[in-house]
DNA sequence: ATGGTGGTCCTACCA
């Protein structure tokens, strides 16, 4: 069996003793991460070489953004893409290699890291919502070319489903749910028939979000969203044997606002 | 309709 995390730490820099100990209790293979916030040399590579995780692609830049995927199997970098062609760091591709990958030894894992748009959901009068529609329609011109195993996993920024949201009438308005970008989301998942692991395995009506906002956390409000995925190329989704999302970290002392997925594959 | 919290880097910007 071979595991597969992802988590938006937000400051890798910050939280790495939060890192050390996701990767002490629950031992994922890999771990992709998002909103690094730190360039590739400022990467905290000992935290992790400690645990075993000895492979690494990081794509860094300075203060904002930036994603990375630190293994225990050897991993060889094939992409990073830039989505928006504004030079933010938000993907970086692997190849798993074999023979410690498995039945996996091939398979391509895509971390990214969708830009979250901005307030106003109308780009005429807000751009980062503009360029969060264009990053997901380049995304989809993109899968349309994919001829191998793939899994992509990230934040996405987009709650789908009406259960991916504490409050599916309340939220219509709300950049991350709106119907434009349901659909446009949609349309990605169309071009290369990926299937989203999560709703796999914790279908609707499981609870399942993945972030809450520092704004209202504290008030123990409970307004969560599924902000982030793990989506499976046809091929692939047939190996995954579990999934879950490791609610507790939210808890934890001076956490991120996201929670850490783990999928379990055959391999 | 408003404001609520947090990270980076040092002045706003991003989420």
Redesign the pocket.
Known sequence: MISIASWNI??V??RAGLVARFLTEEAPDILCLQ?I??QEPQFPYAAFEALGYTHFAVHGQ????GVAIASRIPIREVARHDWQANGEARHVGVELLGPQAGALAGMVLENVYI????DAPDRTINP?FGQKLDFLERMTQWAGTLDRPTLIVGDF?VAPLPEDVYDHKALLKVVSHTPIEVETLGRFADAHGWVDLGRKHLPVPERYWSWW????F?QEKDRGRRLDHMWASPDLSAQSLSHRFVEETRRWE?PSDHVPLITEFAS
Do not use: D, M, Q, V
């Open positions: 937000n400051s820099r910050l909103e916030k730190c300075k203060g904002y953004h830009p979250a748009g901005g980062k920024n906002s520092y704004r209202t504290w001076g």
